[in-house]
């Protein structure tokens, strides 16, 4: 017997980049890859500069003086800051923490694509909200939410809208 996929994720579609540059057109910058018009800040070149002797070693995992600074700087507690490897990875762990097969999760129509993705992969029914001019309409996410509902996800900004 081969193996099988979880339920949901053979719903999930490959994702389809923004098209970059035709070559030899003009140059062109995907603002949905968070790619910059301008070039990285001269801040963080000196900063990638001052570090590169040091990048060859593996960061300290809990990211402990990350957290302390911004505890520091916005008067939070440190162990109620969680880090991780961008937006994407922390959506996908919330989901592998709290979701179950046949749970929902609540998110807008335009919404961040992960939302999606996150609940597919684990096995959970994404309810896509409709919106109002693009943008989050509260009582219609209210009006989705059942006792299946186990997250909300709601950006803000929402990129593109």
Do not use: Q, W
């Not at 109620?80 to 592998?96: D, Q, T, V, Y």
């Not at 006792?147 to 996800?153: A, F, K, L, M, Q």
Request: aromatic share 4%.
């Amino acid at each position: 017997m081969s193996p099988k996929p979880k339920p949901g994720i053979l719903e999930v579609s490959p994702y389809i980049a923004g098209r970059g540059p035709e070559p030899g057109g003009p140059p062109a910058i995907k603002l949905s890859s968070n790619e910059a018009a301008i070039g990285p800040s001269p801040a963080a070149i000196a900063a990638y500069e001052a570090a590169s002797t040091e990048i060859s070693v593996y960061p300290e995992g809990s990211a402990r003086l990350l957290r302390e600074a911004i505890a520091d700087i916005h008067g939070l507690d440190p162990a109620r800051i969680i880090c991780g490897n961008g937006s994407e990875e922390l959506i996908a762990l919330l989901a592998r923490i709290y979701l179950s097969p046949g749970e929902e999760v609540v998110f807008t129509r335009h919404a961040f694509l992960v939302y999606r993705i996150a609940a597919l992969s684990s096995s959970a029914r994404p309810v896509d909200v409709a919106e109002n001019n693009l943008r989050a309409d509260v009582d219609l996410i209210l009006e989705a939410v059942t006792p299946r509902t186990r997250i909300v996800y709601l950006a803000n900004p929402n990129n593109p809208t």
